[in-house]
DNA sequence: ATGCGCCAAGTTTTT
DNA sequence: CTTGGCGCAT
């Protein structure tokens, strides 16, 4: 189970802006590093590879600027995950101790400004801030309020839509004019009413941090000009990965002091869903005129091996700023290339090969990493590792905060801080049951909403809701007199709190009537957990009104945050959630076509040259070893499909690759019957650039370079011939799996004659287990298994 | 009002 | 294979 992290961003020493700023300047920095660290004043933008020390760079000018004499809080420096900001808070405390420079995410930064200008945009200061989940909740509310026909659309495309205004720093109001795609307007008319609804319940979503602050600066010059001298040397990490509310901000604050700096590389934009503008970075020089530019092209990390296949592959897109990966390190391992039959064989050799490493190499769990495009394909490995009782850490897993009983209890910790916070009244106010069903909580949000009004307060105002019967007024009554016991202990230590309120509203005693059976991962052990992060808490943050920074916290905590380094522990998880970090050996699965460029962005080359640098992103975290990997077919909603590799293997350097097909080449039923080309793939890969190889141009047969020796069994899947393809299948018999039944006679090509003596499993996952007339008793997936029912001869 | 069970839908990436 | 939404029986 996912741990809970309790990092605290804000550092309250504020006594030592004298304390003697320790920059070992001897250490080795590079020319153009040592260029970057330096400069004070002015823009700059630096251009950072991957593995090129820029943690280390900005961290080292940080101490700089301090030992030039810089007060520590008139630099703030943004990042885009906690994680960066913490890596960067404790490098800067070896080179810098006990300085207060403010460090933490863009959102973090908002919100915090929000906390103290609150009333400047109708919230008041104990805002709560919806998550994900809680928004959506809102969204279906303010949809059925606006009364609009949703017979085309969702309450995720329209949440969609708006998010993407307010990214874009469009307001309700702007919006009404301009839009025309059918699900825009309707998104239009939700807009306001789902705005109007965040202020009523004192809300604010993720989009709003940054969309309030970025009004804010821009409506009122001298909070602008405030900030702006406040925060007179501003750093940006991965500026690849704004958007254009952040893109506001900080342009906002470093009008009177210009002293921006921002880090990113182009190649690793990978939030454009999200936002991000790569033009952000793309034009950072047009933006600021006497901007400084450096960039950091020598790589620490990886091997040459690793780097080429990244440059290779990059050199595909056009949108991007043209950089060199150099290194000195040693040639190192080639980069692998292997296909499995399906992603089953996949999960199992991965292990297989970590378990093997860790007995006979000199490594360890924490060496390893697996990255893949979805969190639903760690499943497979999950199971492959426990297995092996191999250890390992899945960086999002189920999360520990999505779990009902967490959501609950903080939902309860919500409504305590902020009581106008109706999606977590509306969460907890019959759990447990207390006899307040769907129809009273219909009264009451109709009273709420023609009266603009919190569920709360119109709870409060029962007796005025004539159509209410009496009992379930009653009911309702008792919820507030609750609500209003809670209340009281809103003060106290977190844990305090959280153990009163577990009695008071019988969620403990509802827990353990409720949940009997479950063993692993029960929702009481949770709840232990959730009272142990807060005791925590409370220890981290002794005098602060901790319950409203407790709750900030959390929202604004992300999965990635939950990895941890110090953990011997072999790593899973996304290719976005693995930037920024670095491992000896990485495998990076499902490679696969329609999955790495996912099929929803295929239409669009901008998104595909997105789903290009993700790759990218993961291929460069290796440092030694990196193995990419795709199989003919793979489980989706449970069941198997056919697939092929990605059309990106096909952009890698494979003539110096090592390619690995299955080495049992066993066969197996339901053949795929397309493992032809991608359509893809007949796209013109990329038109404009020079230096774009002519490989891609050709057709997909001609486009393999001349293998050595035994190309041929190393072709992967996407390359098989049709010709090859009838081949296999004529030899291929096909069964069903249900024609195996217990008790019934079988063959075996190696084994020979046999009985099942069981069957377990379903699907892909049937497993006979065959007692062999020789003696001799195997396990077999069926699906698999060169076996055929009844007693034959096979050649 | 509650709670169970069925059916349908929809599956990217995250602050 | 999972979640969420809806309808039915208690």
Known sequence: MRKMTCTDVEQANPGYPQTPVLVDMSEQLTEAQQEAVEHIDGPMLILAGPGSGKTRVVTHRIANLLQHGIAPHRIAALTFTNKAADEMRIRLGTLAPGQDVWMGTFHRFCARLLRRYAPLVGLQENYSIYDTADSKQAMKRAVTAANVSTSHTSPEQIAAVISRAKNRLVGPEMMQGQSLRANETVAARVYPVYQQQLLTANAVDFDDLLFHIARLLRESPELRAELDQR???????????????????????????????????????????RGADLNNILDFEKDYPHVKTVRLEKNYRSTPNILRAADQLIRHNTRRKNKQLLTDREEGAAVVLRMYEDGYREADDIADQITAAIAMEDCRPRDFAVFCRMNALTRSLEHAFRSRSLPYQIVNGVEFYQRKEIKDLLAYLHLINNPAHDVALLRVINVPTRGIGAKTIERLRDFADSHRLPLLEAARRVDQIDTLPARSATKVRQFVEMFDRLSIKATAALEDLVLYLLEETGYRKYLEKSSVDEQDNSPLANVDEF?????????????????????????????????????????????????????????????????????????????????????????????????????????????????????????????????????????????????????????????????????????????????????????????????????????????????????????????????????????????????????????????????????????
């Open 531 to 795: 009272v142990t992060a807060t005791v925590e808490f409370d220890r981290q943050h002794p005098d602060d009104g901790s319950l409203e920074a407790f709750l900030e916290q959390v929202a604004l905590v992300s999965d990635t945050d939950a990895w941890e380094e110090s953990n011997d522990r072999v790593t899973l998880m996304t290719m976005h959630a693995a930037k920024g970090l670095e491992f000896p050996r990485v495998f990076i699965i499902a490679v696969e076509d329609d999955l790495l460029p996912h099929y929803r962005c295929k239409e669009d080359p901008m998104q595909v040259e997105e789903e290009r640098r993700l790759l990218f992103v993961g291929i460069t975290r290796a440092e030694q070893q990196l193995q990419l990997s795709y199989c003919k077919r793979r489980a989706m909603r449970g069941e198997m499909r056919p697939v092929v590799g990605s059309p990106f293997l096909m952009e890698l350097p494979r003539e110096e690759m090592r390619s690995v097909e299955p080495d049992d080449s066993n066969q197996f039923f339901d053949a795929p019957d397309e493992f032809a080309y991608p359509d893809s793939w007949d796209l013109p890969a990329v038109d404009a650039n020079d230096d774009h190889d002519e490989l891609c141009q050709l057709p997909p047969e001609e486009q393999m370079p001349e293998k050595p020796a035994k190309s041929d069994k190393a072709l992967p899947a996407a390359l098989t011939t049709a010709a090859k393809l009838l081949d296999n299948q004529d030899q291929t018999q096909k069964v069903p799996l249900s024609a195996f039944k217990q008790g019934m006679v079988v063959t075996h090509a190696e084994y020979g004659g046999g009985r099942i003596a069981t069957l377990t499993g379903r699907g892909p996952k049937c497993t006979a287990t065959v007692e062999f007339f020789n003696g001799t008793q195997r396990s077999f997936r069926l699906a698999f298994a060169k076996l055929v029912p009844g007693d034959q001869d096979l050649d």
């Open 231 to 273: 925060y007179q040397y501003i750093m940006v990490d991965e500026y690849q990965d704004t958007n254009l509310a952040q893109y506001a901000i900080v342009r906002s604050l470093s009008i009177d002091y210009p002293n921006l700096a921002v880090t990113g590389d182009p190649d690793q934009s990978i939030y454009g869903w």
